[in-house]
């Protein structure tokens, strides 16, 4: 199975600490957000991944390499400056991703989660399967509820995509490269009954702004010494 990290956002909310840099370079305890997913799926293992590029691109390129220092095989999906947004980017890299089912997961975001559990899945022709956690305070309405076996838009309680899923590549069949958020997407199929899910309660951040990153870093110092 490949993976694909999406790392090309621009991360406006993130300023200053993105002037110069993306997101996924961001650190912590001294370690980019980038390298825990790259050892996270290479310990789950998966050994081909898609790390798309926009804002800073270049940084990730750099660092990365082709990934051997992780026993990966790195590829890049150099999109325009401004980006394509979470589905467009998606999209491009289907060439790199192949016609099998394939990860997908956020480059600014911290877990604990086990990847090798989603490389187990059986994923039918045109579904996704995301990961949904508890609502953080900053975004407690949630995004999606489960309903007789997959996911709705429009149902209580509803839960927080983690930016983790599996797609099977014709779920994004017919679709042109362009500026296309994953949002409505992911609502019209749900429509179709087409995105399962499953609940997970371990550790997961969003690193959306300074405040939330300087805490995150603080917390894993904690658990670290002890």
């Known amino acids: 199975m490949k993976a694909m990290i999406l790392a090309a ?5 993130m300023m200053p600490l993105t002037a110069e840099q993306p997101k996924p370079m961001l650190t912590v305890q001294e370690k980019p957000l980038i390298v825990y997913h790259l050892e996270r799926l290479r ?14 691109g270049e940084k990730i390129q750099h660092y990365c390499g082709d990934g051997s220092q992780w026993g990966l ?25 192949g016609d099998a089912p394939f990860l997908v997961i956020n480059g600014d975001i911290f877990t604990d989660y086990d990847v090798s559990s989603l490389t187990q899945l059986q994923l039918d022709d045109g579904h996704a399967h995301l990961v949904l956690v508890e609502n953080p305070s900053h975004h407690p309405q949630g995004d999606f509820a489960f309903a007789q076996g997959h996911l709705v838009a429009n149902s209580e309680p509803r839960f927080t995509f983690a930016g983790i899923a599996l797609y099977h590549p014709t779920f994004f069949a017919g679709l042109p490269v ?3 958020p994953l949002a409505p997407l992911l609502r019209a199929k749900m429509a179709e009954h087409k995105v399962h899910g499953e609940r997970y ?6 690193v959306g702004t300074p405040e939330r990153l300087a805490e995150l870093n603080i917390i894993q110092g904690q658990r670290n010494v002890g």
Do not use: M
């Open 73 to 97: 095989t790195i590829h890049y999906s150099q999109e325009v400056a401004e980006g394509l947004e979470t589905a467009g980017g998606i999209i491009q890299a289907l060439p790199l991703l």
């Open 9 to 13: 956002g621009r991360g406006k909310r």
């Open 43 to 56: 310990a789950a293992g998966i050994t081909e991944v898609i790390i798309n590029l926009a804002w800073c």
């Open 178 to 180: 362009d500026f296309r």
């Open 201 to 206: 309660l371990g550790v997961w951040v969003d």
